[in-house]
């Protein structure tokens, strides 16, 4: 046996479940600094199979194994697909006990080839999330118990995966809009011109599609970036605004909009805007949401820090370049970093999708901003890596040009998230050293 741990929760064994049953938990429970990516997750826990991809093209196979299966007791899975049946020889058996005050024991044993060390980040990742997604679903239900129907758009990114999971396994139903052929589930989205029964059914509309920032600041860049949120935002906000059962547009935006250097100034919802790109496109998408808000319904800009996530968008480039002795503080290390652990983005978006009284500008940003310097030392210790080596200023203009190191990778902006804490909203991570911890695989597990 390569694994045994067993950790409490505070949960009925009924609710703890449940959980595992609903759509979105294998997405909410595999850990994002392993190489495997799930792809279907079984719609029976007694006999079906779940997929995972993997690098070059191979997929892992987990397939339920009936003899182990009793509900609300356990369930079991094996892989089952060669060479990854030869190499792991993995049978993982997930057991369900009530415990002497209500909660739930659950425990994992893992027989596999596969040294048990090697595994334990996997499952400290679990048990923690587990215990925040159950934590975060009570929280919700305090909104009202209604299940709603939420369309979502770039569902196929960072956040949108994790927002997605988040909202099904909470019993609520989610339905992507794409831009290609849609799948299952889903519905095609012509961004030119969406489809006038686009949102029927629809109660919420989460609109998280545009091209991504990160890249060379040159006009061909600068123009994807602006029409791929302006134009698309306006069209879906006139939408709603027509759709009767569409009651609320929650709306990606960015703290891009107070300015590239804000110095020490702490900058709340009610902060002027800033200059520059940046804050021209964030200004023009936010208003581009007026036409739902004209008519009636409930808008919701949310102003995203940076994201902390161990699958997408910053953090895996630093984690890389500091596992290989390359990370240091940028110039001086004193820029203001305003950013999020995807849990709280993802928390902060649920949110506002089920709180009726949430409405206008969010910061979604943690409550200890970080200076450069700290985020880099931070870093470090939770990889236990050097941290010497200090990035000239004019290094990452070499590849985001000039004006797109200035307001990416050089920005300074601390950002408060006046509207959530005077609402007492929770924050998983308040702390940037237990983000990287939890994202990063250097949690420790309980047995």
Same mark, same amino acid.
């Given at each position: ?39 279907? +997750?079984? +719609? ?22 009936? #003899?182990?299966?009793?509900? /609300? ?21 997930? !057991? ?8 739930? %024991? ?52 960072? &956040? ?6 988040? *909202? ?17 589930? %889903? ?18 509309? &989460?609109?998280?599609?545009? @091209? ?11 123009? %994807? &970036? /602006?029409? !791929? ?8 906000? %006139? ?18 909009? /107070? ?15 800033? @200059? ?11 208003? =581009?949401?007026?036409?739902?808000? #004209? =008519? ?17 968008? $910053? ?18 290390? +004193? $820029?203001? $970093? ?10 902060? /978006? ?28 931070? *870093? ?58 939890? #994202?990063?695989?250097? #949690?420790?597990? +309980?047995?």
């Amino acid at each position: 046996m390569s694994l045994h741990a067993r950790h409490t929760l505070a949960h009925d064994r009924t609710t703890v479940w449940d959980y595992h049953t609903r759509p979105g938990a294998l997405t909410r429970l595999t850990p994002p600094f392993l190489p495997m990516t799930p792809t279907r +997750q079984t +719609q029976s826990l007694r006999d079906g199979t779940s997929i995972f991809s993997l690098p070059a093209g191979l997929r892992w196979e987990a397939r339920h194994l009936p #003899e182990h299966y009793e509900e /609300y007791v356990s369930f079991a899975d094996q892989v089952v697909n060669a060479p990854l049946r030869q190499i792991a020889n993995w049978t993982h058996i997930h !057991s369900f006990a009530d415990t002497d005050d209500g909660g739930t %024991e659950i425990t994992d044993r893992v027989d596999t080839r596969a040294p048990a060390n090697l595994l334990h980040p996997a499952w400290a990742y679990r048990q923690q999330q587990l215990i925040g997604d159950l934590a975060a679903h009570d929280r919700l239900r305090a909104y009202g118990e209604k299940n709603v129907t939420v369309a979502l758009t770039g569902s196929h990114g960072t &956040v949108g995966r994790a927002l997605k999971a988040l *909202l099904t396994t909470a019993g609520h139903t989610v339905i992507p809009l794409v831009r290609g052929e849609a799948g299952e589930g %889903e519905r095609h989205w012509d961004t030119d011109h969406p489809a006038h029964n686009l949102l029927d059914g629809v109660d919420v509309l &989460v609109h998280l599609a545009g @091209e991504p920032l990160f890249g060379r600041f040159n006009d061909s860049h600068k123009a %994807e &970036v /602006y029409s !791929s949120r302006v134009g698309p935002t306006r069209r879906l906000a %006139e939408l709603v605004g027509r759709v009767d059962t569409c009651q609320a547009l929650v709306c990606a935006s960015a703290i891009g909009i /107070y300015g590239a250097d804000r110095g020490d100034e702490v900058l709340t919802e009610d902060s002027e805007r800033g @200059e520059g790109f940046l804050a021209d496109v964030v200004a023009d998408w936010e208003h =581009a949401t007026l036409p739902a808000k #004209e =008519a009636g319904k409930r808008v919701v800009n949310v102003r995203t820090g940076v994201a902390m996530a161990g699958d997408g968008g $910053m953090l895996p480039l630093l984690s890389t370049l500091f596992a290989t002795g390359l990370g240091g503080r940028i110039g001086d290390g +004193q $820029m203001w $970093m305003s950013w999020i652990a995807i849990d709280d983005l993802t928390d902060i /978006y649920a949110t506002a999708v089920l709180d009726d009284t949430l409405n206008g500008l969010v910061n979604a940003v943690a409550p200890e901003p970080v200076r450069n310097v700290a985020l880099t030392r931070a *870093l470090g210790s939770t990889l236990n890596r050097p941290t010497l080596l200090p990035v000239p200023g004019f290094g990452p203009a070499i590849l985001l040009g000039r004006e797109g190191a200035e307001e990416l990778a050089l920005a300074n902006q601390r950002v408060a998230a006046r509207v959530l804490n005077e609402r007492g909203h929770h924050f998983r991570y308040r702390v940037i050293d237990d983000a990287f911890a939890h #994202e990063l695989g250097r #949690e420790q597990l +309980q047995h």
